[in-house]
Each structure stands twice: as structure tokens, then as C-alpha cells.
């Protein structure tokens, strides 16, 4: 390898390239190089050094650093597999991802396909206002949900549902109809529960409308147009011409955004800290909590390694039979 | 490349969009009442029945709904920004009685908050001549405040590190990605998919050895190296989509200019970066985005002086735990976000272009 690389720097390349015929095949090495080594030297070997800590008996930052901490094995693992809380928190965790997959699913599929109609009238300035919760920092959304989720009486979805309370009653609907206001969004488990996943929903569904556009602006116009020919109605098009067109980047964009949800830290610890009474601690916010409020940095450690394990193999699993990596060996 | 030639080209580049921007805004009505009378003269030529026009007119009221709908939280805040006091709700429904509408909320993050300058000191920068100490005779001094530069200062700090370090990296290693092959890129890169959505969730989950990490090496309250550990983050999800873009560029063109004689690095400056600009344009968000928003490793590894706007803006949120003082920090957070979200609005057409992973359809 050593002796292929006739320039060291990129300085010189255009030269030599011109001169030399194809014997550098492997200077792009030193393109990607930078790249690698500050992603493996902030992100890699945290991980690595994660897994170290998950071994010792480490209770605070200091006794990391000071090297008070011993090795204990794999203790902490075996805390883990009998322990309430750990158990609870997977639960919720798989459970957010599943409920708050489906329904960004059917929405960012409605958002696309309307957004992307015929009929629409300045539908490319109604998606470029559609995907502005992409472009907000997420501390700043996540507040104003916790703001509208608020257990008042007069916050806003309480005062939307008692609005509606009195609509129906004007109505004479029957009592089964009503909400029971005001709801504690924050303080029962599944009303937390169904904030976080609105919430979530809310944050990610950008990403997918865009990806989903442009899958719908690559079928050609003459696909619809010939299955209307054919007699097929809107459904049967919807069936035979969209769903193929956008299967994949459906289950593309779908994979990364389970993902991020897996690792969904701020909505649950904005809301009310994984609460009430630790009830809804996704996986990261529960391994955060033990070390930062309990003290237990290893334990904590071990919490997380167990939480990346997942990650990674989800989306070792994604990569390999999700084709999310097709362009990877293509040439 | 003349650094200054490229400056001033990217500036008027830029300069072209906006006024492209501008005009297609300032043309909508026009379009928009152009529109209506072509529907109607199609109505009265019996081209189209008016139930089709009815159709077309129910579905784009429908997409206005629900844009309005989705679109509530940021509405809503807005106006709190803009209500009297600090309280949040009101007895007399969900949004402020607009007769109280003052901008006293942004008055204070102006010149009382720790926005601009620390607790609103504005000075004015002073010309010092002789005591530079470094290459220039001359050196630019703040004066007139006894407390310094605030937030904003430290989150453009940290920024543009993330976006130098990011974009030096991204750029190259996407385009050898895309064009070469080398020992190890498929593994590289299939390493780098693995590791896409990890990004952000992975720098909470590895805090803990973060921390520890950081001490040990004496790297904590330091802004610069803040700034790389974000693009160190943004990395693989980056290089990623730009290679996905990249791909989508002929091989054919750099070919042809090189049989024109055109040298490798004139390929890059013509060819490549030219026909690349959307993809560019995204990952330029995105990057930015990844140093400017992220604010638990910086609340972490940080001390109070040197927080970034986004530490700051937490803090306000967090102030009392059921007493967030919302005008106030919807004021702030309105500061904070907006110059973001315009310029990600007006990229919209970049960031459907470059978002569109060209290779992963079919």
C-alpha cells in the first residue's frame, strides 16, 4: 500500500496523477482518513471506554478518573437482568418505538400524497412549511409541547378537549362521548406515555415526508396515467403505482427513524423525567438517571452498553436485509 | 482557488437565491390570481365542470388545514412570545387576548438576558492601535461593557468550528467514496451506515465515559473542542448522503473535461462542487444544525461562562420547575431558532433535492 502512494498530500496530486498511470488507487484513503480517525477518537472509543466502565464498580465521575474503581466483571450486567426497572424501561422503550413508527408511518404517507397531488395549489410552499420542525433545535419544541401537554386546566389541549366537551353536550351526545377534563397529561403513566409519542411523531414525520416526496416526484407521470387508461381506480393505482414507488424509501426512512426514537432522551426528560415514579424511563434516560441522580456509574454504564447493543444490532439487521446499504459495494 | 474569489462568489450566489426567493414571493398573488382566472375561463369553455374546480378547491383547502394544524405549536408560542406577563394560559382560551401584544419579552433577552452580551452590557468595539501582540500592529477591543460577550458568541464559536472541521472532512471523504476505490472502503462506509442514526442518542448514551474522558485529558470547558466532538457526530450520517448525491453525477462529465485537459483539481472546481450544490447546501444544514442545537454534552462539559445559546435556553425553561417563565423564553427561543429555520425554509427545494438518497429508490 505504502509504495502506491505517490503524493502525501493532496497538493501535488494533479500533477502526478496526470503523469502516473493508474498505480494510486489507494491515495482516497487519505481523503476519508480525517474523517475516520475524529469519529473513532469521540465516538468509538467512548463506546469502548463505556464498556470498561460498565466492568467496574465506579460510583461517581471521580472514582472513574482517580482510578478508585475495580474491576468487578460482569456484575453489573447480572444486576441488570433481575432488576424491575431495567425490565420496565425495555418494555416502554420497544412499545414508543412500535406505537410512534405506525403512526409516522400512516401520517407521513397522508402529508406526502396530498402534498404531492394535483389538485393541490402551492403545495411546494405548503411542504416547505411542513418540514420546519426539522430546522428547530429540539430543546426549544420539546418545552412548548410540555407546554401544551400542561396538566392546567386551561392548558391548551385541556382547553381544546373542554371546547369540545361543550360542543358535544350542546349536541346532547351521550356521556361516553366526553373527556373527563382536566386530563394530567404528565402525571398518569399512559397519558405521559401518549404525550411523548405525539410528541415524537411530531419531531420525525418531516424527515419522512421528504423522503417520500421525492420518491413520489420520481414515478413518471405516464405510469398514472396509463393505469387510468386501464380503468383502475383511485385505490387500485394507489395499490399497483404508489406503494411499489415508495415501499423502500418508506422502510429506509422508517429504519432511521426507529432508531432515533430508540435513543429519545429529551422528550421524556423535559416532560416530567421519565415519569411518574420512573414509569416511563426509555432506555437512554434510565441509564442517565442511575448515573447522574444514583450515583451508580457503573451500573449505568452497563445500562447503556446494553442500549447501543440494541441500536447496533437493529441496525446491523436494517443494513443487511433492509438493503440500506446498496450503494455501499455497487462499483 | 483565490479564497477571496470564492468568498465573494458563495456571497453572490447567495445573493442570487435570496432575490430568486424574492421574486417567486413577491409573484405568488400574481401566479396565485392567474390561477383562479384560468379556472374560471375553463369553467365557462366547459373544459373542466365546476365540480372538478370544487374538487381542486376543497383538497388545497384540506392541505391549508392541515398545514395550520401541524404547523399549531410553533403559532401558539409566537403569540405567547408576544403576551403580557410571564404566565402561559389564560381563562379566555388558548391564545393571548392580542390586545396585549408588547415586545417587552424581546426587549429583555436583548438587554437584560445573556443573548448578545452578558445580562445585556452592549459595548462597542474599540480600535487598538499598537497593542495587537500578534501579526497585526492593531487589535479590536470591546469596550464599554464590564461584562463581556454572551451566548451567542460562544454557539457561533462553536459552530464554525463544527461547520470548518465538518465540511473539511465531509466533502473529501464523500467524494472518495464515490469516485475511488481504496483499501477499506467498504468496510469504511458500511461502518459509517451502521452508524447514521446513532449520532445523537450515542453522545448522551456515552456521557458518562465522555465526562470521564474529557477530564482526564483536561479537554472540558473548551469551545473548540466542543465544536469538533459535533462534526465528530454529524460525520457518518453526512458523508453518507453527499456520497449518496454524488453518485448521482455522471462519471461521464469529469471525463469529458479531463479529455479537454482539465486537471484533476479543475474536475473538482467544475464538475464536481458545481453539480453538487444541493447535496452541499443539505449537508451544510445539517452540520450546522448538529453545533448549534445540542445543548447536554455542552451543559456537561461546560462551566456557566462559555454556555452556548441552547445551555442558556434550558435553563430558562428549567428555572422553576412548574414557573417556566414562557414569554420570556419563547422570545429567546424565537431568537434562537429563527435565522435557522429561514434559511431552512428557503433551501427547501435543496433539502428535498438532497435529502432524495437518489440511489435508494428501486
Sequence with gaps: MASSQPGTGVSGLGRLRSALPFSSRDWGLLLVAPGVILFSSFMLYPIFYLFYISLT?????????????????????????????????????????????????????????LLNHARVAGKRYMRAAVIVPLGFPGIFTITVWRGMFSDARYGVFNTI????????????????????VPIGF??????????????????????????????????????????????AGALQRFRTVTVPAIKGPVLFASILTAATSFQQFLIPWVFNQGGPSRQNELIIVYGYREAITFNQFGLSAAILIVGIAFVGLFMFVAVRYGGLAEGVGDE | MNPLGSAAALVASAAALVRSKLVALATAPKRFSVMIRRAVYDVRTGKRTSWDVTKSVLM???????????????????????????????????????????????????????????????????????????????????????????????????????????????????????RRQFVGRKRILYGYVLFTQIGAGLSIATLVALYSLFST????????????????????????????????????????????????LDTIREVILPLTKPGLAVVLIFVWLAGWNEFIIAQTLLRPENYPLSVELYNIATEGRFSTPWTRFAAFANLFALPVAIVYFAAQRSVEDGLSFGGMEG
Design chain 1, 57 to 113: 464498580d465506579a460510583t461517581f465521575a471521580g472514582s472513574v478518573i482517580g482510578g478508585g474503581a475495580e474491576l468487578i466483571g460482569l456484575e453489573n450486567y447480572v444486576q441488570l437482568i433481575g432488576d424491575s426497572q431495567f425490565k420496565t424501561s425495555m418494555i416502554t422503550t420497544w412499545l414508543f418505538v412500535a406505537v410512534s413508527l405506525v403512526i409516522k408511518v400512516f401520517l407521513a404517507v397522508g402529508i406526502a400524497l
Design chain 1, 161 to 180: 378537549l373542554g371546547r369540545y366537551n361543550e360542543f358535544m353536550s350542546s349536541l346532547s351526545a351521550p356521556e361516553l362521548l366526553l373527556f373527563d
Design chain 1, 186 to 231: 404528565l402525571s398518569g403513566r399512559w397519558e405521559a406515555f401518549f404525550a411523548y409519542v405525539t410528541t415524537e411523531v411530531w419531531l420525525a414525520y418531516p424527515f419522512m415526508v421528504i423522503i417520500i416526496v421525492s420518491a413520489l416526484q420520481d414515478v413518471p407521470r405516464s405510469l398514472h396515467e396509463a393505469a387510468m387508461v386501464d380503468g
Design chain 2, 60 to 178: 388545497t383547502l384540506f392541505g391549508l388545514a392541515m398545514v395550520l394544524v401541524l404547523l399549531f405549536p410553533l403559532f401558539w408560542i409566537t403569540s405567547a412570545s408576544l403576551a403580557e406577563g410571564s404566565r402561559l394560559f389564560n381563562t379566555s382560551g388558548i391564545f393571548p387576548d392580542p390586545s396585549t401584544y408588547n415586545l417587552g419579552a424581546y426587549r429583555w433577552v436583548i438587554f437584560e438576558s445573556d443573548f448578545f452580551f452578558v445580562d445585556g452590557d452592549w459595548g462597542y468595539p474599540q480600535l487598538v492601535i499598537g497593542g495587537g501582540g500578534g501579526l497585526l500592529p492593531f487589535s479590536f477591543r470591546w469596550a464599554g461593557t464590564e461584562t463581556g460577550p454572551g451566548a451567542l458568541f460562544n454557539s457561533l464559536y462553536i459552530v464554525s468550528v463544527t461547520l470548518a472541521a465538518g465540511f473539511g472532512m465531509i466533502v473529501p471523504a464523500a467524494y472518495a467514496f464515490s
Design chain 2, 217 to 264: 485529558y483536561g479537554l472540558t470547558n473548551n469551545l473548540f473542542v466542543l465544536g469538533l466532538f459535533y462534526a465528530a457526530s454529524a460525520i457518518p450520517f453526512n458523508t453518507w448522503l453527499l456520497k449518496t448525491y454524488m453518485d448521482n453525477i455522471p462519471v461521464s462529465y469529469e471525463e469529458a473535461a479531463m479529455v479537454d485537459g482539465a486537471s484533476f
